[in-house]
């Protein structure tokens, strides 16, 4: 994924768990078979292939764990790439069973797909959606792809907020995740075992093991940035003056970088108009360690007000070299620097629509240096920063800090180019560009010029194909100097790791070779030895000291990194070197040694870019090649310096492209190869380098062109475009008094013209033989005829030229025959054509009236005098340097030597010779412009004006001059290629085979072998001389790094040729004196990086100058053979073809193919069957055995590979050729008979049997003479009534399947298991191809995208072949191996497949589901099982057995299918699976029928085969060309050398009622010894032919195929168990101690309690009645539920069915364990009920029940905290459990669980019959029995209280305030009898004292 696409608020999620130590000792208790932690990477992500290719992505979601909250509906959202899918909602509960598989499809490269992020989400769907979320689990696919087999099995993902980092964590989800690819095979995760549930769920967290989770905060400084290109084109910088944005000239960027990392980013201000931004700024990174993402981004951008922004360039920091997390290291967290990082992308000159820009972003290779940043990472664990501290300023003590890591040393690099070749045609002069860094780029404008290019020179034809650039004696070469951080301690270290890689590597190669080629065991474990006794000196020596001062952090963390794991491979391979036994596996362990020492052979912090070197046609860059720094880099310490400093080496440019978007055939042509010597070190260390180079002079010139136009027939200086001297571009004024040598540097001579000696090659440089020719002309008035006198001569272009008789021979020439007419052209018989004008052209045959002009075409051939050759071109240079001009029409055009009509401008090169008085001075002139002496007043008047005419101030320029190295005279050599043969090699014409020649390019030659026709394997045999070939420089060095040899192979086509491939290869390089003899040797072929073949060849380079050389080859015609010390030691062989018939022919050009024929052919011989007459009645051949006789090579690696042809005849004799297949090595075929009899009659006089008649018989027996010993057929339904057994055929199979549970009656019995294959049973037996094999045939074209598929094959060749050596001395052949070969014809056959279920199909469904059915397909025959569909079910359980029948071979490819039913629309096929049954039926390995371990006559496994154990082995002694068993009694057996005993296979002495006779058993033993089928299933994969390469599935089946003429026995009853009706009832009695949740308007603590239970998965709850006002938390209910279900006693789990929504047309099924789920509740009126407790019990393994309530806790559970044991009973077993347990409420992963409750229940399971019998209502319905239930014995105050108010005011109110009320009622009293004595007692005193008175 482009990092790009992130949003902003993305984010990685990491989780933690226990200790390691914690983790090993739970594992070790509670044998868990998982992972537990994710395995980390041994996959290099950048290696990862980019082609898009089918993927799919499989994540099961097994179960959920303690999710935060209580009675939650969970449901699981998968979110992968920008596909979501989601699984079933689970009701009420915290510990949800999903148990689903999702699928997820993608079509993308390897390296896009683990970049996709994978996001685990947790929500309820009881809540709204903005706050449904309950956690989150992220990580990238890329985690999953790097682990073994691309999966993840039963991993626990521990969920978190991702808003709140801090709350914990939110609960556990068991996930599996697979993905697969193209070949990929589908691994079905294995259940998980019951003992899961007591381990804890932290011991295999999907996580780094041994980590906590922490807050982290990620530390990116970006202090400054340097050598930034310009981003903005002049003309927009134009348009922004003219409209007054911008004043002056500004730097044409504004630079700002973005930091990316966990899917954050951050980025810093923008610096406007900077090449050099200093930031100075913090980006601070908040992430949760540890951080499963791997890569940190670095992203220069540039502003831009008008568009997007532009990207600079990429930068990645792979955090995985930044860090270690080795488990045997305390490992360290990423650091990086402060260092300088360096970026790469498209070229500096692109600005505007380069389609080159995805390289900015870094994707695919970047071309060119886009500049550096100063940057520091760190990270600190504890806290993630706030808002406000993501980004802030570095302060002053950070910028001192770093100061002195910007120190600077001098730096120089020298190269020099000694061949430039295998250039195409170009139209313009090349020049090749070092740079390193901005420096030496021509075009850069912020560095002073520098000697960074070489002379532009013109190509020259090689004589065959290619162009090179003919620098002679004088090559060219340039020195940079440049300056950059001391890093030398950084990369010495680095060379001294990679040094041994190499070495390492090189002996491994070398031991590899020994071991292909089958050499002698002392020689290859002799080379082992010695490998391993070199890498133990290697490791052995010390790495280099860090330094005291401007050292990292990460410096000294690697340096740590390295030492120990440097001595911990020393001492693996010191004891490796004492205790190797096998080479095998030695070779195993050291490349274990590579890929380790390579994982610590990295400097991330090498802040020297790499040296680039680009190809310029013109101003055009083509093409380019980058060489890291470090392996170019000189150290004085030889072992420290890069393996490519100080030598010569070849380079192969390659053009700029973008991955999956370039022409790959464009890819394939190579640009150019150049061989160079390349030499960079310290300034200090360069003293001598002028020396160094092959023994050159290196020279120094200044150089400047005189430049002329042409006007009036006249050369003039005046009018030019350009100076009159100037550079080769014409944009510097450059006289030569200008020129002032820089200090330190004094002339050596005069100026002196030295002219470009390229021009001189003319049109016949570089061939052997040429063809002048001249034009005749004659012209004619109208009406007169063609005059003889008057002749002018021209050219092919009408150019006047010299007559035939005037052309002289030139120099190293001579001719080999007279002129003559050329009649081979649309001529007369005079050899003349005609035209009405000579200018406007037209030319015709035949004369007309008004033809004006006639000419005719004379030619002449001569070819090359070797002895002239260094004449000629002494006449060539002296022509040339005659005058020293060149011509051309326009200077911006090509030049030549010659002048011609057309030619405008010439110009001629000047140099002058500089000698250095100062080594370290540089050589850079100051140019003045206004020193030119002949220069007019005028010119310099106006050269100093701008175009507004104002005074422009007074620039020196700067100029570079050239490098040369000078050799004095070439060395000749002789190369001799020895081309054998190559195999495997594309297919390039419609036929499917191609037409190969192989081109070899050496320097400046190259040569092509003959065309061989119609072949994939072509055997040349061929001896390609390349004379006088030239090299310079000591011969010596040249032996030390020899040039390679370039060996491309082409098709040849009458119009063009397609490119096969391209092989590499180095020549032994023989100075004299060396008479050991070259091998031939197999070269790997190459074709856009994609293997294409093999060439086997030899390559030798002789030093020519005086010495002897070999003999010349022997020749074969025209052609050179390779000689016989090189070829292959040959024998005569003989090869046995077995030719069975074709299958599965496809039609070809329309047109079925019916009367097919073979040809095979190896080493030149051809043999040819007869053909078929029609293949549709019997595609098998008349004849089946053949043979012929050949000469092979003796040693197994020279072998030609076997060639198989197809033809097809038709009418009128058209034989096309249909297609082919290619036998790469006959090792598997190779047999020797003589030693075979031999050896089997030594075992039978070994073992005391005597000696028998022997004889190579393969007759088959015939089937039909076995039925008499059959044993009687019996019915399966009186077998059944018969053996009463409470096992079955399922009993067998999950016993077989490891089921412990499920099987455990059955293996109690002491019955035997059958096999189950995890894979198709064919490859567990070679595919059954004992007797004979299926060739695929392939035709057409093949591209470079394209594999050879099998889906692909246009048919099958069935048959096999033996090979063995024919005697030396001419005696009697051996006997053949192939004489008595079954009978080939037709045979009827009925075929039985039980089809046992299916796994992890492929979803057709919107829904996610499937409803799968079978269909299976027998040649003519077809049955669908449509109506029995399992609907809505991904792995369906079938148990079906078909019967088929089939005639072998017309009908012998058995599909079986598994479709998608749909009711509207047609169904889809999910996916297929084809079984070959020819195979297993002619199959020595009896692959028709398993044979099972026991050998019963009676009972549920009695014997089910057509024949007995003793005829099959009778049969199978036949079939192996080996005498028949011979017997001692019954007991006793001798068969192929062997003697079987049956005592040794009964060894308990007990025999079962149901076996058979002990002969009929020992041979059955016997037959399972030999490797005979046994009694199985086989697991095999589905494919859907829209997706041929990704697994759709897995189904299990087993094959039986019997022949009609046999007496076939009954079939298997392996119909899936149906479920038992059973009924649980559970009684709830009592709760107590449960939580009191409500407060009444009293203060009292109450509850109103009821009771709520269901089965999980039935979801149909039950409730009881209400318990008011519990004030002790007791409630009473006497309460009945009764749960009807279906149960499977074996597989212990309840069947539902139901629909999955109201508009569901069929209920589909469901299997779920039976688990009671029980729950208390406090009932509420006006608000929702609140959930107190629960429980959960699996009533197959359930907690055993408390007697009494007091004793009941916690720990009664199974999952308790404390990992107590429980008893733990089964409900099936008992029947019926009674008792108290406890109810809780689960808090969460961080917090305990609560005891809110104890419940009395007693549970009851009953048989339907049963509870029939017993019936019993709900609650306390009628019929109210077994048992009775009386009311609950509940206390008074239990009433609801707005229904009985006089009960509220007794219970409730008069209780709880009597008090209060009597007092209150009492004072109340007093106050009204207080208040009435007020009231009344004025009255009575008044009325009192009135009647006083």
């Known amino acids: 994924m482009d990092p790009d696409e992130l949003e902003e608020d993305e984010e990685i999620v990491e989780v933690s768990g226990q200790p390691k130590e914690e983790i090993r000792e739970k594992v070790k208790t509670a044998q868990y078979d998982d992972v537990i932690a994710a395995p980390r990477s041994s996959i290099d992500r950048s290696k990862l292939s980019t082609k898009k290719q089918d993927f799919q992505v499989r994540v099961n979601i097994h179960e959920g764990r303690k999710l935060l909250g209580g009675n939650i509906h969970p449901v699981c959202n998968i979110h992968v790439g920008k596909q979501s899918k989601h699984t079933r909602v689970q009701k009420s509960t915290n510990k949800p069973l999903w148990d689903e598989v999702l699928f997820f499809d993608f079509n993308c490269s390897a390296l896009d797909l683990c970049d996709e992020p994978v996001t685990i989400e947790v929500l309820n769907s009881r809540k709204i959606r903005s706050d449904s979320l309950i956690g989150a689990f992220k990580f990238d696919l890329g985690l999953v792809y790097e682990s073994a087999d691309h999966q993840f099995v039963h991993k626990w993902v521990l969920l978190t907020d991702p808003e709140d980092k801090e709350s914990g964590a939110k609960g556990y989800v068991k996930i599996s995740i697979s993905i697969l690819g193209p070949g990929d095979k589908l691994k079905i995760p294995p259940k998980s075992s019951s003992s899961d549930d007591l381990v804890d769920i932290e011991s295999n967290l999907l996580r780094p093991a041994g980590v906590q989770l922490q807050p982290a905060t990620y530390t990116v400084k970006i202090y400054k940035a340097e050598d930034v290109p310009k981003m903005d084109t002049d003309y927009f910088e134009g348009m922004k003056r003219v409209l007054r944005m911008q004043h002056g000239d500004h730097d044409l960027v504004d630079p700002y970088m973005i930091v990316s990392f966990a899917g ?238 190499d070495r390492l590597e090189g002996h491994l190669k070398d031991v590899k070779y020994l071991m292909r080629a089958k050499a002698p065991l002392a020689e290859s474990a002799g080379k082992l030895i010695k490998l391993l006794d070199e890498l133990i000196i290697d490791l052995n020596q010390p790495l280099l000291e860090l330094p005291q001062k401007n050292i990292t952090e990460l410096d000294k963390k690697l340096y740590a990194l390295r030492d120990d794991e440097m001595k911990r491979i020393l001492i693996e391979a010191v004891n490796l070197r004492e205790n190797a036994r096998d080479i095998e596996q030695a070779i195993i362990e050291i490349d274990s040694y590579i890929y380790r020492l390579q994982q610590i052979a990295t400097e991330p912090q090498n802040s020297i870019p790499d040296v680039i070197i680009w190809m310029l046609c013109g101003n055009r860059r083509v093409a380019y090649h980058r060489i890291p720094s470090h392996q170019v880099m000189f150290s004085p310490k030889q072992d420290c310096c890069g393996k490519l400093c100080g030598h010569v080496f070849s380079v192969f440019l390659k053009r700029p492209s973008v991955p999956d978007k370039s022409n790959a055939k464009r890819q394939w042509k190579l640009p150019a190869k150049l061989q160079v010597f390349v030499w960079m070190g310290l300034e200090d260390h360069a003293k001598g380098i002028q020396h160094k180079p092959l023994d050159g002079e290196i020279s120094v010139f200044a150089e400047t062109y005189e430049n002329m136009i042409s006007l009036l027939s006249k050369w003039t200086t005046r009018a030019m475009p350009r100076p009159k001297w100037s550079d080769i571009t014409g944009q510097l004024k450059l006289p030569k008094e200008s020129f002032t040598t820089p200090g330190g540097w004094r002339w050596a001579g005069e100026w002196f013209i030295n002219p470009n000696l390229s021009l001189s090659y003319d049109l016949d440089s570089g061939l052997s033989s040429f063809q002048d020719d001249v034009f005749e002309n004659q012209l004619r008035v109208p009406g007169s005829d063609w005059p003889t006198s008057k002749l002018f001569w021209t050219d092919v272009t009408g150019e006047e030229a010299q007559s035939k008789e005037d052309i002289m021979c030139p120099a190293g020439w001579e001719w080999t025959d007279i002129w003559t007419v050329d009649l081979n052209r649309a001529v007369d018989e005079e050899g003349y054509e005609y035209c009405l004008d000579q200018s406007v052209g037209g030319f015709v045959p035949v004369e007309k009236t008004y033809h004006l002009c006639r000419r005719r075409r004379w030619v002449r051939t001569r070819k090359r005098n070797p002895d002239l050759r260094q004449q000629a071109a002494h006449q060539r240079m002296v022509r040339a340097a005659e005058e020293g001009w060149e011509y051309s029409r326009l200077f911006t055009t090509k030049f030549h030597l010659k002048q011609r009509t057309m030619d405008m401008v010439r110009r001629r090169r000047w140099h002058r010779k500089m000698v250095a008085d100062n080594p370290d001075a540089d050589a850079i002139f100051i140019i003045d412009p206004t020193s030119d002496v002949h220069e007019t007043k005028e010119e310099k008047e106006g050269s100093r004006k701008d175009s507004t005419g104002a005074e422009k101030p007074f620039l020196p320029k700067v100029q570079a001059p050239r490098m040369f190295i000078t050799f004095k005279e070439p060395h000749t050599y002789q190369l001799r290629a020895y081309i054998y043969q190559a195999r495997d090699l594309f297919s390039a014409d419609p036929s499917g085979l191609s037409d190969p020649y192989a081109r070899v390019v050496f320097s400046r030659q190259s040569q092509r072998t003959k065309i061989l026709n119609e072949t994939l394997c072509p055997t040349w045999d061929q001896t390609l001389v390349f004379e006088e070939v030239e090299f310079y420089g000591n011969p010596t060095m040249l032996a030390e790094s020899p040039p390679i040899v370039v060996v491309e192979l082409f098709d040849y086509d009458t119009v063009g040729s397609d490119f096969l491939g391209r092989a590499i290869a180095t020549p032994i390089v023989k100075l004299g004196g060396e008479h050991q003899m070259a091998k031939l040797n197999w070269h790997p072929i190459t074709r856009g990086g994609e293997p294409a073949g093999e060439l086997l060849g030899a390559f030798e380079l002789y030093l020519n100058e005086g010495a002897e050389l070999p003999f010349m080859p022997p020749t074969r015609g025209d052609v050179y053979q390779v000689p016989s010390g090189i070829r292959p030691v040959m024998q005569l062989t003989r090869i046995e073809v077995l030719t069975w018939g074709v299958r599965h022919m496809k039609k070809f050009q329309l047109a079925a193919v019916n009367s097919p024929s073979i040809e095979i052919e190896c080493g030149g011989v051809v043999l040819s069957t007869i053909k078929i007459k029609n293949a549709k009645k019997n595609p098998n051949f008349d004849t089946s055995s053949m043979l012929f006789d050949v000469f092979l090579p003796v040693e197994e690696l020279y072998t030609p590979p076997l060639n198989i042809r197809l033809l097809d005849h038709r009418s009128f004799g058209v034989k096309p050729l249909v297609g082919t297949h290619m036998i790469k090595s006959l090792q598997e075929y190779r047999r020797d008979p003589v030693a075979m009899v031999q050896t089997i009659r030594e075992k039978m006089l070994e073992s005391g049997f005597g000696d028998a008649e022997y004889a190579i018989d393969m007759d088959f027996a015939d089937p039909a003479a076995t039925a008499e010993h059959q044993p009687p057929a019996t019915s399966t339904s009186s077998e059944e009534g018969e053996f009463k057994e409470d096992v079955d055929w399922w009993s067998k199979y999950y016993s077989s399947s490891g089921n412990e549970q499920l099987g455990r009656v059955y293996r109690e019995k002491g019955y035997e298991n059958m096999v189950v294959f995890e894979e198709e049973l064919e490859n567990y037996f070679d595919n059954f191809t004992d007797l004979a094999q299926s060739f695929p045939l392939f035709h057409g074209k093949r591209h470079e995208d394209e594999d050879l598929d099998e889906d692909k094959a246009v048919g099958y060749f069935k048959g096999t072949f033996r090979v063995y050596p024919l005697p030396a001395d001419g005696s009697d052949p051996p006997p053949r191996m192939l004489k008595n070969v079954p009978c080939n014809q037709l045979v009827e056959v009925l075929v039985r497949v039980y089809i046992v279920k299916a796994f992890e199909l492929q979803p057709q469904d919107p829904n996610g589901l499937s409803d799968p059915y079978l269909a299976l397909k027998l040649g003519r025959f077809k049955v669908k099982d449509r109506e029995n569909y399992v609907p809505k079910n991904l792995s369906p359980t079938f148990g079906k057995m078909f019967e088929l029948d089939g005639t072998l071979p017309l009908e012998s490819e058995l599909r079986v299918q598994i479709f998608d039913y749909d009711l509207l629309s047609g169904d889809d096929l999910i996916g297929e699976t084809k079984i070959d049954l020819e195979n297993r039926f002619l199959s020595a390995r009896r692959g028709v029928c398993g044979l099972p371990k026991r050998y019963y006559v009676a009972g549920p496994y009695k014997w089910r085969d057509a024949e007995l154990p003793r005829q099959i082995l009778e049969k199978w002694c036949a079939t192996q060309a080996l005498p028949p068993p011979v017997w001692r009694g019954n007991s006793q057996v001798y068969v192929n050398g062997k003697t079987c005993c049956l005592r040794d296979y009964e060894t308990r002495g007990q025999v079962h009622k149901d076996w058979g006779p002990p002969e009929e058993r020992l041979a059955l033993y016997t037959l399972l010894d030999l490797g005979l089928v046994p009694e199985h299933i086989e697991t095999r994969t589905l494919y859907n032919p829209l997706r041929p390469e990704i697994p759709q599935g897995k189904i299990q089946i087993f094959v039986d195929i019997f022949p009609k003429s046999a007496t076939i026995p009954p079939p298997i009853n392996i119909t899936p168990r149906a479920p038992q009706d059973l009924q649980l009832r559970v009684i709830v009695y009592n709760v107590q101690d449960v939580l009191l949740s409500d407060t009444s308007f009293t203060g009292e603590k109450m509850s109103d309690i009821y009771v709520k239970g269901w089965l999980k998965g039935q979801d149909k709850k039950q409730k009881t009645d209400v318990h008011y006002r519990s004030l002790n938390g007791e409630g009473n209910f006497n309460w009945r539920y009764v749960f009807p279900f279906k149960y499977l006693p074996a597989e212990e789990v309840m069947v539902i069915k139901k629909k999955e929504h109201f508009f569901s047309l069929d209920k589909h099924e469901e299997k779920h364990p039976v688990t009671f789920v029980c729950q208390i509740w406090d009932n509420d009126i006006f608000t929702p009920d609140d959930f107190l407790g629960l429980l959960e019990l699996n009533l197959n393994f359930m907690p055993k029940a408390n007697k009494f309530a007091k004793s009941v806790s916690l720990d009664d559970l199974p999952d308790n905290e404390k990992g107590k044991p429980v008893p733990m009973v089964s409900l099936f077993d008992q029947k019926n459990v009674k008792g108290w347990w406890p109810l809780y409420e689960e808090g969460g992963p961080d917090t305990p669980r609560e005891l809110t409750g104890k419940v009395e229940m007693e549970l009851e399971i009953l048989s339907k019959e049963d509870s029939e019998a017993k019936p019993a209502g709900k609650g306390q319905e009628e019929p109210n029995e077994n048992p009775h239930l009386d009311p609950p014995n509940r206390p008074a105050t239990s009433f609801l209280w707005f229904t009985s108010p006089w009960k509220s005011l007794r219970y409730i109110i008069w209780n709880s305030y009597k008090w209060y009320i009597l007092i209150g009622f009492i004072i109340l009293l007093v106050v009204a009898m207080v208040g009435l004595f007020i009231y009344s007692a004025p009255g009575a005193l008044s009325q009192k004292l009135i009647a006083k008175l």
């Open 264 to 501: 954050k980013k951050l980025k810093t201000k923008v610096l406007y108009k900077t090449y050099t931004p200093e930031w100075a700024q913090e980006l601070n990174i908040g992430v949760q360690m540890p951080s499963m993402c791997e890569q940190l981004m670095l992203r220069l951008m540039d502003k831009d007000h008008f568009n997007r922004d532009d990207i600079i360039a990429t930068h990645f920091l792979q955090l995985t070299r930044l860090s270690s997390a080795d488990p045997d290291d305390e490992g360290f967290l990423p650091t990086f620097g402060p260092a300088y990082v360096n970026f790469y992308g498209s070229p500096r000159e692109s600005i505007v629509d380069d389609e080159l820009e995805p390289l900015n972003r870094g994707c695919g290779e970047g071309c060119s240096f886009r500049g550096r940043a100063l940057v520091e990472l760190t990270v600190n664990i504890g806290q993630e920063p706030s808002k406000d501290e993501m980004l802030r300023d570095i302060d002053g003590e950070d910028w001192l800090r770093v100061q002195p890591f910007q120190r600077r040393r001098r730096y120089r690099l020298f190269v020099g180019f000694l061949e430039g070749t295998m250039i195409h045609p170009v139209d313009a002069p090349v020049e090749f560009e070092i740079s390193i860094g901005e420096y030496g780029n021509k075009f850069a404008s912020t560095t002073l010029p520098a000697p960074s290019t070489t002379q532009p020179t013109n190509p020259v034809y090689d004589g065959s194909h290619y162009y090179y650039l003919p620098w002679g004696q004088t090559k060219p070469c340039v020195m940079l100097n440049s300056q950059w951080e001391d890093v030398m301690f950084r990369i010495e270290s680095l060379n001294l790791i990679c040094r041994t890689i």
